[in-house]
């Protein structure tokens, strides 16, 4: 027995890092999982990765911030799989820039993926949620989202927003005995693509990060993963509104 048998979940971003980490290890507890992401060629990675994990998946083509898109993809899991249990908002967009030259654009840009993108698909797994008689809801933010970063005004803002949003979100899963929780995590520095984009890949730039975390080590997506999985279980049942950093003790310092 898998601790995600016969639940059906959606991971936003899993074609690659911590997404798709997430996406394999839900499958491999059981979850039917619907991977989405932006690129096909990593989403036929993904799936393939679930069937060798022994799971059940699959990729579907999706931009988070648009709102009927949400909807289809609702809509495919009910009808696909007979309903909707797990909703993991991991997609984002992260870029380092100082303050005076971040434009209107660049914030607009990433407040409505890393915000509306969360929001639109709370809104609509609600929904599902309620037809199914409840479900969870995990929304990964960032240690960014309750710590500040020198360029990263518009990211740090972003993600603030998505732990806020989650910790309302969770209050109104909870009303009328709906049974629907949310929970929030904030991952600290994780080696992965889209870190690399922006920091870089040289071997000093990965030492420097790893020296400035008490524990001595970036994450691993396998990390985040393990508490999505738990998040999504009915071992977490009480847990909602709860906020787990995973960062290695950067918060702490």
Not at 164 to 188: M, T, W
Request: glycine content about 14%; some cysteine.
């Amino acid at each position: 027995m898998g601790r995600l048998d016969n639940k059906v979940a959606i991971v936003t971003g899993a074609t690659i890092g911590i997404g798709r980490a997430t996406a394999v290890m839900m499958a491999r507890e059981g979850a039917k999982v619907i991977a989405t992401g932006r690129s096909e060629d990593e989403g036929a990675i993904t799936e393939k990765l679930i069937s060798r994990a022994g799971g059940e998946g699959l990729y579907r083509w999706q931009d988070i911030t648009d709102e009927a898109g949400w909807e289809s993809l609702v809509a495919f899991a009910e009808d696909r799989f007979g309903g909707l249990d797990v909703l993991v908002n991991n997609a984002g967009m992260f870029f380092v820039k100082p303050l005076e030259e971040t434009t209107a654009d660049d914030f607009d840009a990433i407040y409505r993926v890393n915000v509306e993108g969360a929001f639109l698909g709370m809104q609509k797994a609600m929904a599902a949620m309620d037809r199914r008689g409840g479900g969870s809801i995990v929304n990964i933010s960032s240690l960014l989202g309750i710590r500040g970063f020198a360029g990263g005004t518009a990211y740090c803002a972003t993600k603030g927003a998505v732990t806020q949003l989650s910790l309302a979100a969770a209050l109104d899963g909870a009303q009328n005995a709906r049974n629907i929780r949310v929970n929030v995590i904030h991952p600290g520095v994780f080696w992965t693509r889209m870190v690399i984009e922006q920091m870089g890949a040289d071997d000093e730039i990965r030492e420097a990060l790893s020296a400035q975390t008490p524990l001595g080590r970036l994450g691993e997506p396998d990390e985040i993963a393990s508490a999505v999985v738990y998040l999504a279980s009915e071992e977490s049942r009480l847990v909602t509104g709860s906020e787990m950093t995973i960062d290695g003790g950067r918060g702490a310092t």
